[in-house]
């Protein structure tokens, strides 16, 4: 499967915005979808995850009650609405699949075999 994230951009703390990711390639339906972030100096880390059959939703707890991820499997779609903005949200986003059951965890960048190639989300104090 391919992946196309975007929808990043320069915000001001407080703002919203939501990123979008086009998968292509295989069945969409089939594949856990997760978005990571990576700041500046910083590794990957797990942001929220979505799993393909019941549409479960996990989040990291620097993120939970601010962000919501969803999936729309007719569009072959992840999005990841992104509310009360702080600047350290700062980072470049990713999204990820995996392939399979929904059985698991999944927090770590090891889980997910494909990745988008990254959208940038700058948030202004």
């Known amino acids: 499967v391919q992946l196309q994230a975007s929808g990043g951009g320069l915000v001001q703390a407080g703002d919203s915005l939501r990123l979008s990711c086009a998968a292509s390639?295989?069945?969409?339906?089939?594949?856990?979808m997760g978005w990571f972030r990576q700041a500046p100096g910083k590794g990957r880390e797990f942001v929220a995850r979505i799993t393909r059959n019941d549409n479960r939703t996990y989040y990291a707890d620097s993120v939970k009650g601010r962000f919501t991820i969803s999936r729309d499997n007719a569009k072959n779609t992840v999005y990841l609405q992104m509310n009360s903005l702080k600047p350290e949200d700062t980072a470049v986003y990713y999204c990820?699949?995996?392939?399979?059951?929904?059985?698991?965890?999944?927090?770590?960048?090891?889980?997910?075999?494909?990745w988008g190639q990254g959208t940038l989300v700058t948030v202004s104090s």
């Open positions: 990820a699949a995996r392939f399979g059951g929904d059985s698991g965890s999944f927090f770590s960048p090891n889980d997910y075999r494909y």
């Open positions: 390639g295989r069945t969409f339906s089939y594949y856990t």
